[in-house]
Nanobody, 125 residues
Framework: QVQLVESGGGLAQAGGSLRLSCVASGLTFNRHTMGWFRQAPGEERTFITAVSWTGDKTFYVDSVKGRFTISRDNGKNSVSLQMNSLKPEDTGVYYC??????????????????WGQGTHVTVSS
């Protein structure tokens, strides 16, 4: 049974930082593109960042580029999202996602084989 367990969400002030982590089990981790999606209040879940199997390639949507950093540790089956310079518009539920596909820069919801349970991030102004 595949499980993606997230941690690290919470409350931050604008300009602050948070680090999200996701630990995977039940899958061949180093053969999965890993990513993070975000669902803002009242909106659909959208892709924000992905990392390749070996971690050598990453992609960020423009809204988080330069502020967020995705990384993975295949030895620990984990992927992290370091979020700096947080803005109120970063508020939402963040989902870890795994796709059994080679890195293709972005990730589509229909390609996701496994989702984390979601972790809440609230950024106050």
């Amino acid at each position: 049974q595949v499980q993606l367990v997230e941690s690290g969400g919470g409350l931050a002030q604008a300009g602050g930082s948070l680090r999200l982590s996701c630990v995977a089990s039940g899958l061949t981790f180093n053969r999965h593109t890993m990513g993070w999606f975000r669902q803002a209040p009242g909106e659909e879940r959208t892709f924000i960042t992905a990392v390749s199997w070996t971690g050598d390639k990453t992609f960020y949507v423009d809204s988080v580029k330069g502020r967020f950093t995705i990384s993975r540790d295949n030895g620990k089956n984990s992927v992290s999202l370091q979020m700096n310079s947080l803005k109120p518009e970063d508020t939402g539920v963040y989902y870890c996602a795994a796709a059994a596909l080679p890195f293709k820069w972005t990730m589509r919801s229909e390609d996701i084989g496994s989702w984390g349970q979601g972790t809440h991030v609230t950024v106050s102004s």
